[in-house]
């Protein structure tokens, strides 16, 4: 079965600094991808950033950017530069052929 | 515009009125999938369908039913509907060799079964 887990229910940051969310994750699938999805008040689901499993290097999208430790099977998010916009619920997500499975989420807060 | 449709957004019924909650996508994709978001448990996929007549169980598919049988609809069927099964509802799709895209959302369906 495949798992993944949140263990930060709220976090709390600071406007301008930076936060890093955590997510684990289980799986036997040997080709995978890894994300990371925002939901603001208004619920759209948004892809913030994503993971090739088969790829080292850490991916990068302008403030937000992953520490993948593919041995340790671990997906954190870094959220640099900390905006008022960036308050949301953080989902972690694995997705491999026929599935996306999600983590409880992270509620993120960001006070001025 | 590229989009996942869903509808109704707001739904409020009765238990045991059954109801369709519809989901149509516009970019020819493969797959298909339906979640229910509840607080504390994040998104649990209740049915999935790979293509047109192929479909099957998630985590949480007890009272609920889906059917497949044009490429761009994949709706979701209560046909009793309990409190229980108070919850936000998306419909996701993906293209078959798109996983590396993710997955685009609708824009959830809010159900309120009293």
């Known amino acids: 079965a495949q798992t993944v887990t949140q263990s930060q229910p709220e976090m709390s940051v600071q406007e301008a600094e930076t936060v890093t969310l955590s997510c684990t994750y289980d799986?036997?699938?040997?080709?995978?991808?890894l994300f990371w999805y925002k939901q603001p008040p208004s619920r759209q689901m948004i892809l913030v950033i994503r993971?090739?499993?088969?790829?080292?290097q850490n991916a990068t999208e302008n403030r937000f950017s992953v520490n993948f430790q593919k041995a340790a099977k671990s997906f954190s998010l870094k959220i640099s530069d900390s905006q008022l916009g960036d308050a949301a619920m953080y989902f972690c997500?694995?997705?491999?052929?026929?599935?996306?499975?999600f983590g409880k989420g992270t509620k993120l807060s960001v006070k001025p | 515009e590229a989009q996942v449709t869903q509808n109704p957004r707001y739904l409020i019924t009765v238990t045991g009125k059954k109801l369709t909650v519809t989901c149509s996508q516009n970019?020819?994709?493969?797959?298909m999938s339906w979640y229910r978001q509840d607080p504390g448990l994040g998104l649990r996929q209740i049915y999935y369908?790979?293509?047109?007549?192929?479909?099957d169980k998630g985590d949480v598919p007890e009272g609920y039913k889906v059917s497949r049988k044009e490429k761009r609809n994949f709706p979701l069927i209560l046909e009793s509907p309990s409190p229980n099964q108070t919850s936000l509802y998306f419909c996701?799709?993906?293209?078959?060799?798109?996983?590396?895209?993710?997955?685009?959302f609708g824009s959830g369906t809010r159900l309120t079964v009293v």
């Open positions: 996701a799709s993906r293209g078959t060799g798109g996983l590396i895209y993710g997955y685009t």
């Open positions: 799986t036997s699938e040997s080709d995978y991808y």
């Open positions: 993971q090739e499993a088969y790829k080292q």
């Open positions: 997500a694995l997705g491999s052929q026929g599935n996306l499975i």
């Open positions: 970019m020819n994709h493969e797959y």
């Open positions: 369908s790979m293509n047109v007549e192929v479909t």
